[in-house]
């Protein structure tokens, strides 16, 4: 492994000295820019939206799609 790059999770940051240390780059994308990690917005996107089309379809409570979006 090269190189890490996240959208500042904080479980990772506190990671940043070991990974220089071990000759891993650490990278991070800048804030509300979805762009830089396109196939995981799309990927959690298209989950995101089937999840709630099954909800919808179950006839479950609305609140449940609140839970949803709130993970």
Do not use: V
């Amino acid at each position: 492994m090269k190189c890490i790059q996240t959208d500042h999770a904080k479980e990772l940051l506190t990671l940043a000295l070991y990974l220089n240390i071990h000759g891993i780059h650490y990278c991070l994308t800048h804030p509300h820019t979805h762009e830089q990690d396109g196939c995981i917005e799309h990927k959690h996107r298209h989950i995101t939206d089937t999840s709630l089309s099954l909800l919808a379809n179950a006839s479950l409570p609305k609140f449940w799609g609140k839970l949803l979006l709130l993970s």
